[in-house]
């Protein structure tokens, strides 16, 4: 990129402002690379999440003691082990490095998507195991006097009022997935804070590199908030909260 | 199965420490910045109603390890010429400086909200009260609103307590010794990275119990005398 920005000068906060924009391009291209990281994990998260949450809220013990033991380890260690356990962890054993997966898990891409899957589909079970127990017992009771089999119970009923009431809460988990998926960078990935950290070792300006990152993650944050809003509306989230 | 963990156990413990070092005063500078932010978004003056918001929804927007490594290496500079100027030009921040910065700046961000929903919780009533038994404005904040917003801000502190605690591994992103780095130190000994990550994973969920059991036991000690009718 070229042209006078002189008149930038104005607006200056001690920053080099041209360095910003000549790298802009390849931040965009970073933004990109972690926008397709959150929209894989918060999706695949989600049908992860499903059974999981499910499972969970059931009065059966056995059917919610593995959900619980998953959702409590992923919950309680940090994303970062999580992340270096996939990554690095799993090399260490010869059964796993000889399998068909290898060359999956030996790409940081992949290691990185299927951690952060993982990693939200916990808090996301969790989330969906709150809306489920948020339904009023009445609606259930209801569906099953009308004479609606369990299954149908689930899918016409349970699912689609548990996804109302926990909506507001997943868009929550989509942003803080957002945030999170800096942390691919530490398993060399180059989306926008990895992109950032090799723009810097180049430039020596971290200041400038990492405050224009930091813009892009305000308005992707931004983008994905108005969004979520618009989506509530759709669904009619405010008209299906009365009580 | 080593149960020394190959003499790297104690590095392992001290890391642990370390980690609860950071965690604590990062707690601390964090509350400190909350109630400073849940004050200025809930003062009468425009230009800090402003201020506190900004703080809060800049911060949230963008990711603790960025904030980590925005204020470890773009502090750099600034410091040199901090250092330079009291006749010390190796003034730098150390990873632990750094790290309780960025980790009490997000927890700040996150706090203000808790303590301002505490604070808006609390009886109008009360304020008036204080006002009408003549006590001044930090009087009727530290005698009358403070104690009571502890009761209400205990639950949500102690979530985001768990996160800053959780957050604690990124510091060893720039070489702090807390669990994670001792861990990585061990794996390139070794070359057993799954043993090390998981038993660096059983620590972090140990302390996490830890926390979550303190918690339980403040909240319980904030909440008695008050019957649990209202949720």
């Given at each position: 990129?070229?042209?006078?920005?002189?008149?930038?000068?104005?607006?200056d906060?001690?920053?080099?402002?041209?360095?910003?924009?000549?790298?802009?391009?390849?931040l965009?291209?970073?933004?990109?690379?972690?926008?397709?990281?959150?929209?894989?994990?918060?999706?695949a998260?989600?049908?992860?999440?499903?059974?999981?949450?499910?499972?969970?809220?059931?009065?059966?013990?056995y059917?919610s003691?593995?959900?619980?033991?998953?959702?409590?380890?992923?919950?309680?260690?940090?994303?970062?082990?999580?992340?270096?356990?996939?990554?690095?962890?799993?090399?260490?054993?010869?059964?796993?490095?000889?399998?068909?997966?290898?060359?999956?898990?030996?790409?940081p891409?992949?290691?990185?998507?299927?951690?952060m899957?993982l990693?939200?589909?916990?808090?996301?079970?969790?989330?969906?195991?709150?809306?489920?127990?948020?339904?009023?017992?009445?609606?259930?009771?209801?569906a099953?006097?009308?004479?609606?089999?369990?299954?149908?119970?689930?899918?016409?009923?349970i699912?689609?009022?548990?996804?109302?009431?926990?909506?507001?809460?997943?868009?929550?988990?989509?942003?803080?997935?957002?945030?999170a998926?800096?942390?691919?960078?530490?398993?060399?990935?180059?989306?926008l804070?990895?992109?950032?950290?090799?723009?810097i070792?180049?430039?020596?300006l971290p200041?400038?590199?990492?405050?224009?990152?930091?813009?892009?993650?305000?308005?992707?944050?931004?983008?994905?908030?108005?969004?979520?809003?618009?989506?509530?509306r759709?669904?009619?989230?405010?008209?299906?909260?009365?009580? | 199965?080593?149960?020394?963990?190959?003499?790297?156990?104690?590095?392992?413990?001290?890391?642990?420490l370390?980690?609860?070092?950071?965690a604590?005063?990062?707690l601390?500078?964090?509350?400190?910045?909350?109630?400073?932010?849940?004050?200025?978004?809930?003062?009468?003056?425009?230009?800090?109603?402003?201020?506190?918001?900004a703080y809060?929804?800049?911060v949230?927007g963008i990711?603790e390890?960025?904030w980590?490594?925005?204020?470890?290496?773009?502090?750099?500079?600034?410091m040199?010429a901090?250092?330079?100027f009291?006749?010390?030009?190796?003034?730098?921040?150390s990873?632990?400086?750094?790290g309780?910065?960025?980790l009490?700046?997000?927890?700040?961000?996150?706090?203000?909200?808790?303590f301002?929903?505490?604070?808006?919780?609390?009886?109008?009533?009360?304020?008036?009260a204080?006002v009408?038994?003549?006590?001044s404005?930090?009087?009727?904040f530290t005698?009358?609103?403070?104690?009571?917003?502890?009761r209400?801000?205990?639950?949500?502190?102690?979530?985001?307590?768990?996160?800053?605690?959780?957050?604690?591994?990124?510091?060893?992103?720039?070489?702090?010794?807390?669990?994670m780095?001792?861990?990585?130190?061990g794996?390139?000994?070794?070359?057993?990275?799954?043993?090390?990550?998981?038993?660096?994973?059983?620590?972090?969920?140990?302390?996490?119990?830890?926390a979550?059991?303190?918690?339980?036991?403040?909240?319980?000690r904030?909440a008695?005398?008050?019957?649990?009718?209202?949720?």
């Open positions: 990129m070229s042209g006078d920005y002189s008149w930038l000068a104005h607006f906060l001690g920053l080099n402002w041209a360095v910003i924009i000549k790298w802009l391009p390849k965009a291209q970073g933004a990109i690379l972690t926008l397709e990281l959150v929209a894989i994990a918060v999706i998260g989600l049908l992860l999440a499903i059974p999981l949450g499910i499972a969970r809220s059931s009065r059966r013990w059917v003691a593995l959900p619980y033991a998953y959702i409590f380890f992923f919950r309680g260690t940090p994303l970062l082990v999580q992340l270096f356990l996939v990554y690095y962890g799993l090399a260490q054993f010869d059964a796993v490095r000889s399998s068909f997966m290898w060359p999956y898990l030996r790409d891409f992949w290691c990185a998507t299927a951690t899957t990693h939200t589909a916990a808090y996301i079970a969790e989330i969906l195991r709150g809306a489920i127990q948020a339904i009023p017992p009445g609606e259930i009771e209801a099953r006097a009308l004479g609606m089999s369990k299954p149908k119970t689930l899918f016409y009923i699912l689609p009022r548990a996804s109302r009431i926990g909506l507001p809460a997943y868009s929550n988990e989509v942003i803080l997935m957002l945030k998926s800096a942390l691919a960078s530490t398993v060399t990935l180059l989306e804070t990895g992109m950032a950290r090799t723009i070792a180049r430039t020596y200041v400038e590199i990492f405050f224009a990152a930091g813009l892009f993650y305000l308005l992707m944050a931004y983008i994905l908030v108005r969004g979520f809003k618009l989506l509530e759709w669904l009619r989230v405010d008209a299906c909260q009365g009580r | 199965m080593n149960f020394d963990l190959y003499g790297f156990g104690p590095a392992l413990a001290a890391g642990a370390m980690t609860v070092k950071l604590l005063t990062a601390c500078l964090g509350l400190v910045l909350g109630l400073a932010g849940a004050l200025a978004k809930t003062s009468t003056y425009k230009p800090l109603q402003w201020l506190g918001g809060s929804t800049v949230r990711p390890l960025l980590v490594l925005l204020i470890y290496f773009g502090t750099v500079n600034m040199r901090l250092g330079e009291f006749g010390n030009p190796d003034l730098s921040l990873a632990f400086a750094a309780v910065i960025a009490g700046l997000c927890f700040g961000a996150y706090a203000t909200e808790v301002r929903g505490a604070i808006l919780a609390i009886p109008k009533g009360h304020r008036e204080g009408a038994l003549g006590l404005k930090f009087r009727i005698r009358l609103i403070m104690p009571q917003m502890w209400i801000a205990l639950p949500g502190l102690g979530n985001l307590f768990m996160i800053l605690m959780k957050d604690t591994a990124l510091v060893s992103v720039i070489g702090l010794e807390e669990i780095r001792h861990a990585q130190i794996v390139t000994v070794t070359k057993q990275p799954f043993t090390f990550f998981m038993v660096a994973a059983f620590m972090y969920l140990g302390l996490t119990v830890l979550m059991t303190t918690l339980h036991f403040l909240e319980k904030a008695r005398g008050f019957a649990r009718s209202t949720q």
